[in-house]
């Protein structure tokens, strides 16, 4: 089963609006990758948060790791049509090989 | 290649039947992942190789499923009497190096057993 938690589940949202998807473990993470997967298409590779703390931003993306390294979000400003899909985090287990996945969180943006 | 390659993109298998998913990794990518991605959820991980040696395998729902990666380079996701809870999209991912890299999906053989 999933061992990173990550909700919601799903988000539906009017065009323009924000929208924040949030990753948690209960065992500390050695790093935190995000990945936006399409519909009927792969996981592609977005951005790896390392550091405690750390804060990234990608254009309207701004990607965050906790202090602790057990949380991480993912947040978009005035979303767009193109940014349907389903954002995905993927965490190493501290001290494991374990590249964990959490279930998901699918975006629909109404236009 | 230009990026990972897997195939079949489809297969549909009898109960029972033994199956094969073949994964072409970005060459000279170290690491390689096998996942399961039933529908609606994330990708499951089931086994990681470092070059030929497979690290860690406990994602592996059974004794049913194997892989193997025997030159490094091309691995082989193999299922044997496959029953109708195997059907997802196997989906293969390489890295340059190890957890810490990016890692590069293919586009995920969709396993149907009927």
């Known amino acids: 089963g999933q061992q990173v938690m990550q909700i919601p589940q799903y988000q539906h949202v009017q065009e323009g609006e924000d929208f924040t998807t949030y990753c948690n473990s209960s065992?500390?993470?050695?790093?935190i990758q995000w990945y936006k997967q399409r519909p009927g298409g792969h996981p592609v590779f977005l951005i790896q948060l390392v550091k405690s703390g750390e804060v990234k931003k990608q254009k309207r993306l701004t990607f965050q790791f906790g202090e602790a390294k057990k949380n991480s979000s993912l947040h978009i400003t005035a979303t767009q049509t193109t940014d349907v899909g389903t954002y995905f985090c993927a965490g190493l287990i501290y001290n494991n090989n374990d590249m964990r996945f959490g279930a998901g969180t699918r975006l629909t943006v109404k236009p | 290649g230009a990026g990972v390659s897997q195939s079949p993109r489809y297969k549909v298998a009898k109960r029972g039947q033994d199956v094969a998913l073949r994964c072409d990794p970005i060459s000279g990518h170290v690491s390689l992942f096998w996942y399961q991605q039933a529908l609606g959820q994330g990708p499951e991980f089931l086994t990681y190789?470092?070059?030929?040696?497979?690290?860690?395998k406990s994602g592996l729902p059974s004794d049913r499923f194997f892989a193997e990666r025997p030159e490094g380079s091309v691995s082989t996701l193999k299922i044997q009497r496959t029953q109708q809870e195997d059907s997802a999209v196997y989906l293969c991912?390489?890295?340059?190096?190890?957890?810490?890299?990016?890692?590069?999906f293919g586009q995920g053989t969709r396993l149907t057993v009927v």
């Open positions: 190789f470092q070059n030929e040696a497979q690290l860690d």
């Open positions: 991912a390489s890295s340059a190096d190890s957890f810490l890299a990016e890692a590069f």
């Open positions: 065992t500390t993470l050695s790093n």
